[in-house]
């Protein structure tokens, strides 16, 4: 079943699943031909505050609850997987600030966000994707400014955000305390992008390098202390994670609409394929994988709810999400058949869309070394 | 004063009836035989001009009256004048724009029963689609009756050359305008007869591009037939208003109707199940086009109608 | 201005209905109610027009608080201010509900309205009766099939669907128009305005509280005896070749079968 969320939210889950429908599902499959970023679909999108549905009530937000949030997610998720990586994407660097930053850093990355802009979370470099620490890009203290070096690489929003969340080595003598986190605004001088990458899915999402030469922002942009930097990214990556397991539930819950939808119609040897034992048992197996994928993710934000540490739960959700993505969108292929296969139909591009999620923020193997190191402990 | 029993009030453009007007006087002519033969006379507005032609299609009597140009407020208030100084049974008229709002008005001041949308008469009252042509309700009036008819349900009547009907010049109170229409504006240069048409080629929005749909009128052209649409293919503006065929557009029976990427909603259906011979074309083989299609066509149409347009040449030729 | 827009709570339209064989009537106890789509179209004319010329929309419809409110809210999250349900059973027909409509309207705090919306028919029975009825009772004008609207002179000017083209009728305020489908779509609720419309209080008033009577309220000169399913056409053959020109021969063959081309 879908999450238990307080019934007077129920017309906020109506009315998203009504422009995810109308505006998003048909219209994204020419975007995911295309590659292009449909700026229009986004502007409609952000209009409708669908941008902000994190920010805090403190800074001006809605005061949604978190498993509310997490249904609405799931909704953008099954119409896009493109879609729902923007906006988790956006509210990733969000977090970042909300963990690291000062008043004045929150106030005005969730101003952004509640106006409909997107944020961009710039940790990953080319020698420096699970090894985040081994970064490269450097952040140099010259008077009240500081001087940022370096390129990051496969930046969500790299192309289309507002602000970004930026690690920078301050001193590399001393490795991952070395590492600092900077918010910096778009615009700035010396801060550019690279082309927009040409990916396997999630097509209707930016992603891009986002280059940095000479780049100079003002001393105030450090988020926390010099050094915080890398325990601020990873305690931000520690909540995302289970944001991007609800997307990949999303997914695998597209996977089973639409496998069912199409096996109660297609017509073999007489009858309705899904009347077929065989196929009945696939329908429940992917059933039992994306329930379960969606109560680990429910439970990871009950977690947060209540304030109790959440590190391997959210793992764990993004981990099995991820999997099981995969998993159900190749059994909605397998069940369409040669349709499944084919362009016309819609389960391709959610195998093609499910893959990342068992890449991005933090791969499987990561997250499965995380879930192994609290389970073992040190010993 | 007579009881002139049923009235019908007889749309005109450029001073000759509009289908849909002459297609109310064959409903209030069955409704005539219904009822034991009542008279049934024909209103004219601003169109005395009109007068032979209505005699020739049959109204037992004309009634004529000068209002000064249409302007809905006076049209209203003509009908309702003669609906009471001849103490009418009925009116009927047109389910056009304007013979619905008027209908509206008339019933509202007359304090009587409207129908709209009128697509057959049985003993029990008038037929009419409801719920987007899910279902049909029967409508039974008590009193006066004001209905409007279909344009494509009743038909026209016969036409007999030489059969003329009195006519009877009317004075009617004109009542200050309130809502004046200060221009008139035609933007679809062409007449759409889609009633008429022995062969209808329709698009819907399976044709995917304006450029597309280009085919769908070759088509039409080659079998000498006329273009239809379903909304959806009228809301992407691939194709004009005029060419509607369902609910909200035309109600039609041609011999043939080759329905090219159009899904099938009730909606659509409904106003094209009375073909005599229906060609679907649509890639979902589940499409409930199929369901009242003779011949159902399963795969993409933009790769079937070039196809069927060659076939078609080559057995011209 | 002062805005009204009637709005009527239908079957979602996109739903085949079926017959209640029970009942006789029609078979909707599975289909969500969604407020009635050239409703909404009139509401976002409203909306438009208020937020380019100012004033405010109230929205009023008639039957049961509880079915409604949920239609109701939906309203007050696209630009309605207000709303207000007439809690009537008796009214049934056009002209009985278009009577009532135009007392209560009289009634209402934000009255008077200088333009009332109506949509111009309902995707339910698509009478198409209710608004040039709610001017007439009231003695209104009324200008029918609204594609634009704009203020002009102290009253109004309109574009109006024709069937060959559009015209510009003008009407002085206050007046009533019915509303087709305009060259825009409603506008989405936002998450905001959605979370607001929760906490908008909902106004209800009785027919006597409209000040209606009773009988006009009740009156139905023409009322629904049969209601029944079109007939069924059966469906024909159903080709599917590998190659589209192989499907394409063997229709042709048919259609020359039948000596339609």
Known sequence: MAYLINPEDQDLLDSVREFCEKEIKEQCKEYDVSGEWPAEIYKKAAELGYNGLEVPEEYGGLGLERITVAALMEEFAKADAGFVTTITASNLALKAVLIGGNEEQKQHCCDLLMEGNHGAFCLTEPMAGSDAGNSKTTAVREGDEYVLNGRKCFITNGGVASFYVVTAMTDKSQGVKGMSAFLVEAGTPGLSTGNHENKMGIRTSNTCDVVFEDCRIPASALMGAEGEGYKIAMKTLDMSRTWVGCGAVGIAQRAIDEAVAYGKQRITFGKPILKNQGLQFMIADMEIRVETARQMVAHALKLMDAGLPYSRESAIAKCYAGDIAVQNALDAIQILGGYGYSREYPVEKLLRDAKIFQIYEGTNQIQRMVIGKSVIGKF | MQNHGILVYMECADGQPVKAGLEALNAAQRLAAQQGGKPVAAVLLDSADAAAEVGAYGAAEILSAQVGGYQAECYAAALTELCQRYEADCLLMGSTRDGKELAARVAARLGAGCVTDANGLSEQGWVRSVYGGSLLETVAVEGTAVVTVRSGSFGKPEREEGRTASVQEETVAIPEVRAVIRDTVKELAEMVNLEDAEVIVAGGRGMGSAENFAMVKELADLLGGVVGASRPAIEEGWVPRNHQVGQSGKIVAPKLYIACGISGAMQHVSGMSGSGYIVAINKDEDAPIFDVADVGIVGNVNEILPLMIEEVKARKS | ?261
């Open chain 3, 1 to 261: 201005m002062e805005l009204l827009v009637c709005i009527k709570q239908v079957p979602d339209d996109s739903v085949t209905v079926t017959l209640d064989p029970a009942t006789g009537g029609p078979q909707l106890k599975d289909i969500t109610p969604v407020v009635n789509a050239f409703d909404t179209y009139a509401l976002e004319m409203a909306t438009r027009f208020k937020e380019a010329n100012g004033g405010s929309v109230t929205v009023v419809t008639i039957g049961d608080e509880a079915a409604l409110t949920p239609s109701l809210r939906s309203c007050l999250s696209v630009g309605a201010e207000h709303a207000y349900v007439v809690t009537e059973p008796a009214a049934v027909s056009a002209l009985g509900k278009s009577y009532l409509l135009g007392k209560a309207a009289g009634k209402l705090a934000e009255g008077p309205f200088d333009v009332i919306f109506c949509g111009c028919e309902s995707t339910d029975t698509a009478d198409g009766q209710a608004g040039v009825q709610l001017a007439e009772q009231l003695g209104l004008p009324v200008i029918t099939n609204v594609l634009e609207l704009e203020p002009k002179d102290g009253g109004i000017s309109a574009k109006q669907e024709t069937e060959e083209g559009y015209r510009v009728v003008e009407a002085p305020c206050p007046c009533v128009v019915t509303v087709t489908k305009p060259a825009y779509e409603p506008r989405y609720p936002s998450i905001k305005s959605k979370m607001a419309a929760r906490k908008m209080p909902i106004g209800t008033l009785s027919a006597a509280d409209a000040g209606a009577e009773e009988a006009r309220v009740a009156a139905a000169p023409a009322k629904r005896v049969v209601l029944a399913a079109p007939p069924q056409r059966q469906s024909g053959v159903k080709i599917q070749e590998k190659e589209a020109a192989e499907s394409v021969r063997r229709a042709m063959e048919m259609l020359a079968g039948q000596k339609l081309i």
